[in-house]
């Protein structure tokens, strides 16, 4: 059992370059959600899902998009990456909305 | 507007010597108040749900409890293993899962 399980775990890109950040989950959980962290600062939600095709935005929703076509997976979108997109990212998962949350280990993303 | 607020921000203990964070919140409809704990350059790692007011869970040296408007999190004679950035979050009624910036322990042996 995996869990949840992010890919890359580190990247450079150049201002402009856009990349996907994958997130799959093997726990058959329906909520997955996107987060940011920043050096000194909480966990910032990027966006959410609650279920196979359908996706919400969180507090810092600008210059990422988001998709779910499946259960498992939960990948982020970065395009035209910006230096204000340099953070850690980390993808997380629960069975429902009264449960924990599982964390994958995360993307540190520099753009440069 | 739902809002969470961890303090201290920082906090160094010596070896055995036990203390409490406090995570105080405001929301509508709570569904769930989690505490995690996080290493450096690693995931958070979840420790305790609570679902009521009054709701208390205990691991090892932590023991988390829930109040109406706030949660603390009490460790007891800490050890140095102990030493991370502790992380409340909440689940109110629009099914986002809020965190607080984190209090950051350091147990000195």
């Known amino acids: 059992n995996a869990g949840v399980t992010q890919t890359p775990k580190f990247r450079i890109l150049k201002i402009g370059q856009s990349m996907t950040l994958q997130c799959t989950q093997d726990m058959n959980h329906n909520y997955m959600y996107w987060y940011r962290q920043d050096p000194g600062m909480g966990l910032k939600l990027i966006y959410y899902?609650?279920?196979?095709?359908?996706?919400d935005k969180g507090e810092v929703p600008n210059g990422y998009n988001v998709s779910r076509s499946t259960t498992e997976d939960f990948p982020l979108r970065l395009e035209l990456a910006a230096p204000s997109q340099t953070s850690v990212y980390f993808c997380?998962?629960?069975?429902?909305?009264?449960?924990?949350?599982?964390f994958g280990q995360g993307t540190r993303l520099t753009v440069v | 507007e739902d809002q969470v607020t961890q303090s201290p921000e920082a906090l160094r203990l010596q070896e055995g010597e036990s203390s409490s964070l406090n995570c105080s919140y405001t929301v509508s409809g709570l569904r769930g108040l989690f505490w995690y704990r996080q290493d450096p350059g690693k995931g958070p790692e979840f420790l305790f749900t609570l679902y009521s007011a009054g709701e208390e869970k205990e691991k090892e040296r932590l023991k988390a409890t829930l109040t109406k408007k706030e949660s603390f999190l009490h460790i007891t004679a800490p050890k140095p293993e102990d030493s991370a950035t502790y992380l409340c979050?909440?689940?109110?009624?629009?099914?986002?899962?809020?965190f607080g910036t984190g209090t950051r322990l350091t147990i000195i042996p």
């Open positions: 997380a998962s629960s069975y429902s909305e009264g449960a924990e949350a599982f």
């Open positions: 979050a909440f689940r109110g009624g629009n099914e986002k899962l809020t």
């Open positions: 899902s609650v279920g196979a095709g359908i996706t």
